[in-house]
């Protein structure tokens, strides 16, 4: 199993394997368009024809981006797959000369044993925040925001402050 880039016909399979763990409370869901909308930001891994694990790099500005739907199989859990995605983005937005990588989850644990940090909500730029109102807990956000930075910020503070 490698990781790879999305293709349109693994759409289907990936909102079912990230709506199965948001049914559960453990993520957001993710609707077909948004996911067709943003194929390119989607890595997945397949057991044959079977998605089994997905995550995505969704670039917010020159400086920012996030790490979204980070979601394995239960059956394929604990053979690595996690972190094997959160390597092929962190090297894609490392490639486009992304500065900060954010991710806002219900799983913290996962996210700080590669290294990312927790920040408050409140700390990231109002940039982010541009997609909230479509989220079914909009305005009342229950995840946990962590940060990595690829390379320091200018400012000192998170990437993309300066973005209103």
Same mark, same amino acid.
């Not at 500005?61 to 604990?78: F, H, K």
């Not at 992304?98 to 913290?108: A, E, K, R």
């Given at each position: 199993?490698?990781?790879?880039?999305?293709?349109? &016909? !693994?759409?289907?399979?990936?909102?079912? %394997?990230?709506?199965?763990? /948001?049914?559960? +409370?453990?993520? =957001?869901?993710?609707? @077909?368009?948004?996911?067709?909308?943003?194929?390119?930001?989607?890595?997945?891994?397949?057991?044959?024809?079977?998605?089994?694990?997905?995550?995505?790099?969704?670039?917010?500005? &020159? !400086?920012?981006?996030?790490?979204?739907? %980070?979601?394995?199989?239960? /059956?394929?859990? +604990?053979?690595? =797959?996690?972190?094997? @995605?959160?390597?092929?983005?962190?090297?894609?937005?490392?490639?486009?000369?992304?500065?900060?990588?954010?991710?806002?989850?219900?799983?913290?644990?996962?996210?700080?044993?590669?290294?990312?940090?927790?920040?408050?909500?409140?700390?990231?730029?109002?940039?982010?925040?541009?997609?909230?109102?479509?989220?079914?807990?909009?305005?009342?956000?229950?995840?946990?925001?962590?940060?990595?930075?690829?390379?320091?910020?200018?400012?000192?503070?998170?990437?993309?402050?300066?973005?209103?």
């Amino acid at each position: 199993m490698k990781v790879e880039k999305a293709r349109i &016909s !693994d759409v289907p399979q990936v909102q079912g %394997l990230v709506n199965h763990f /948001a049914a559960k +409370d453990e993520m =957001l869901p993710r609707s @077909l368009s948004e996911l067709y909308e943003n194929l390119r930001d989607c890595f997945v891994i397949r057991e044959g024809d079977k998605v089994v694990a997905c995550a995505s790099l969704h670039v917010f500005w &020159s !400086d920012l981006a996030e790490i979204r739907s %980070l979601a394995v199989a239960e /059956a394929n859990q +604990d053979k690595g =797959l996690a972190a094997r @995605l959160l390597k092929a983005c962190m090297e894609e937005a490392e490639e486009l000369g992304i500065g900060t990588v954010f991710c806002l989850t219900y799983q913290p644990p996962i996210f700080e044993k590669f290294g990312f940090n927790q920040v408050e909500k409140m700390d990231l730029p109002k940039k982010v925040w541009t997609e909230c109102y479509r989220c079914p807990k909009f305005p009342d956000c229950d995840e946990v925001a962590l940060v990595y930075n690829l390379k320091p910020p200018a400012s000192g503070k998170i990437a993309g402050d300066w973005v209103g």
